[in-house]
C-alpha cells in the first residue's frame, strides 16, 4: 500500500517565546510575549503595560532551550526527526523593532542553533512571526493598526533570508494570523498583531486594517525570499478549527459556511492574492472604509505562497439563531458543543476525523503542497516514582491523528509535505501561559509556579513516535 513521501518531514514544532526563555540575554528586547503573566483554564493571560515587579511571566525563562538547545536536539535526533520547526524571535534580531541594524548576538545564536540542526540532517522550519513580535512597536507605533509595521517586518524577515539563505529553505511568515478573527478576546489581536483596543473602540475594522497590513507584508516578504533564494519554500500559517453546522439543517449549514467565510479568507489571500469577492461584500454592508491600495492589491498578487501550512488540534460546530438573520459569526457566541465528540480538560474538542476533513478542505480549494505544523494533546502528565510517564493518552490521540492523515494522503490523495507535532518537549502554553498543559514527547522537570530542575526525560510517546518515524508511518 502507498504510504508518505520518502522525504516526509516527520519532526516537531515550537516557537521561540514558549522555550527559549533568555529574555533578556544576547541583546532581546521585550516581545509581546514577556508582557503577558500566567493564566489558567477560563482564567485569560494578563497583559500587562511593560514588566510589572511581582508578576508571574513564564515566557521570561520558559524551558531555558536557550541555554539548553545542544542537548535537547540531540534528543529530537535521537527520535529521528527529519525538521524541526521553531521561530526566529523577532526581539532578538531587531529588540525594539525599528533598528536599521540588526543585533548580531541574536543573528549569532540562530546560526549556532541551525548548525545543530544541520549537524543530524535535521531541516529547520522556521516562522518569522509566532505571537513574540517587540513589544515597543505596540507601544510606540499601535502594533499593525499603523502602516510602518510593514517596512519593520520586510526589513526583519529579508536579514533572516539573507542571513540563513544556506541553512534554512521552509518558511513561514505569520503564525496562525487568522486567530485574530475571533476579535472579541484581548489574546489573539494582542499576540497576533499588537493590538491593545482602546475603550469603546469598534474593535472588528481594526483587526481587518491589521491583518490587511499583516497579508502585504508577508506577500513583501514572500517576494523578496524567492529574490533572495529561489529555492526557498514560503507559506502562511493556518489556525484550521473547521466549523462544522451542528445539524443538516440547512440554515445550521450557511452558518458553518459563513463562520468558515469568517476564519479562513486569511488563506485566501494567501494563496490566490486578492480578497474574496463575500469579504468585499462585507466591508461595504458593514461600512468599513479600510486603508486599501491599488499597490497593496498588486503586491498581494506577486507574493502568493509556495504551501499551506496549518496547526489542527480540534473542531468546532455552530447553529443558526433566529436572532441572527445574517449570518453574523462571533467565536464568543457562536459556538456550540459538538455531541459526536469528546473534549480534553482544556475544552478542546477532540476530533481525528476533522484533519482529515481539513485536508480536504484545504487541497480542494488550492491545490498546493499542504504541512501539518502543529497536531497534539495538551494534558496533565503524572510523573510516576521510577520517573517514567505512561501519556498513553497522547500517544491515542495522536496515532488516531495520522490514521486520518493517511488517508487523506492515500485514499484522498492530498499533497502532504510533513508532519510535526505541536510542543514536542514540554513548554509554556500560549493560551494559558501554563506549564501543566503538556505536549511534549520529553518531560521537562517545571510547574506552574516556575518551580523544578528543568531536567529532561523521555516519556513513552517518545519510543512511540521514534517508531513511528522509523517506519515512515507504515505500523499506525
Ligand atoms: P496552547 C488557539 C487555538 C488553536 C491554536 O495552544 C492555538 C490557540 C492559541 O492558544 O495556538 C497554537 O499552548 C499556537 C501555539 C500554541 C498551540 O497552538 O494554548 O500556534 O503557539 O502553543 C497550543 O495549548
Redesign the pocket.
Known sequence: MPGFKADFLWGGAV?AH?LEGGWQEGGKGVSVADVMTAGAHGIPREITDGVLPGKNYPNHDAIDFYHRYKDDIKLFAEMGFKCFRTSIAWTRIFPKGDELEPNEAGLQFYDDLFDECLKYNIEPVITLS??EMPYYLVTEYGGWRNRKLIDFFVRFAKTVFTRYKSKVKYWMTF??IN?QANYHED??PF?NSGLKYKEGEDREPVMYQAAHYELVASALAVEAGHAINPDFQIGCMI?M?PVYPLTCNPDDMMMSVSAMHRRYWFTDVHVRGYYPRHLLNYFARKGFNLDITDEDLQILKRGCVDYIGF?Y??SFATKATADNPQLDYDETKSLVKNPYVKASD?GWQIDPVGLRYSLNYFYDLYQLPLFIV?N?F?AIDQKESDGSVNDQYRIEYMQSHLREMKKAVVEDGVDLMGYTP??CID??????GEMK?R?GFIYVDKDNEGNGTLERSRKKSFWWYQQTIKSNGENL
Open positions: 516557537a514558549q509566532h505571537f503564525n496562525e486567530n489574546f489573539a499576540t489556525a478549527c496547526s488540534y480540534m482544556w502543529e497534539g495538551g505541536w510542543g513548554l509554556v502554553s500560549a493560551g494559558t498543559k505536549y
